[in-house]
């Protein structure tokens, strides 16, 4: 296996990268980083502060007083805010939110890039998001542009919301899903995009162990395994 590497995985919300980066790393021993947490760790920041979260100046302001770290528990990434484990409460709808209007601002992406490239410049990293094959690790030895159809990923939160126990609605995820993918597509900084090296891989017609072969593939055709 090659010394040190780092995997770029970007892709648009609930296409999987999530759970394929996860069980990719764990297959090449590598740290797992999941750069959307970090997003929602600042988010919550902010929110607890009472900020107007459209308020550039003061969220651009307080991000100095937000510290973000990282720890590993058996392999699971543990997210620190100023020291507090907020693992759990970046998972809320209110925190995903937070994240995604706060995520826009130049200054805040700043914070969390530079931490994202120390963690990938001293590990071997799976790192999944938005930007990470763009911006974060332009030197990435392999980036994987992991997409699906809107109506396959709408099907699939259709699926996880009824096994919850809820009562949701296909048309309107497939077009909540559309809208979120036409927002990160077209903001101003650190849009969502497939890099120009990017591998795609479309997980359509695949299933979780069907998408983990391709990277495999991926992994040994760019010299990683
Ligand atoms: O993947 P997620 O839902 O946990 O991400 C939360 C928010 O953070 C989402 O709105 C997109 C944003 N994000 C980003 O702008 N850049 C990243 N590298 C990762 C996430």
Do not use: W
């Not at 296996?1 to 995985?9: Q, V």
């Not at 709808?93 to 914070?111: C, D, F, I, K």
């Not at 709408?154 to 809820?166: P, Q, V």
């Amino acid at each position: 296996m090659m010394e040190h590497f780092n995997i770029a995985i970007d892709g648009p919300a609930g296409a999987g990268k999530s759970t394929l980066a996860k069980k990719l790393a764990q297959e090449l021993s590598c740290v797992y980083v999941d750069t959307g947490a970090m997003y929602r760790a600042l988010g919550v920041y902010f929110s607890r502060l009472g900020l107007d979260l459209a308020d550039e100046a003061a969220v651009s302001e307080a991000v100095s007083g937000a510290t973000v770290s990282l720890s590993y528990q058996d392999g699971v990434q543990q997210v620190f805010l100023n020291g507090e484990d907020v693992s759990a409460v970046i998972r809320s709808e209110e925190a995903g939110l937070a994240a995604s209007r706060t995520s826009a601002y130049p200054a805040v992406r700043a914070q969390l890039t530079q931490l994202q490239k120390d963690l990938a410049a001293k590990e071997n990293v799976v790192m999944d998001g938005r930007d990470i094959g763009s911006v974060v690790l332009p030197d990435a030895q392999l980036k994987i542009y992991l997409t699906a159809s809107s109506r396959v990923r709408g099907s699939r939160r259709f699926e996880e919301l009824k096994a919850k126990g809820e009562n949701p609605d296909l048309s309107r995820i497939i077009a909540d899903i559309e809208q979120r993918d036409e927002q990160d597509k077209t903001r101003k900084v650190a849009p969502l995009i497939q890099a120009e090296d990017a591998e795609l891989l479309d997980s359509s017609d695949l299933d979780i162990n069907g998408v983990l072969e391709r990277m495999r593939e991926l992994c040994r055709s760019h010299g990683i395994l």
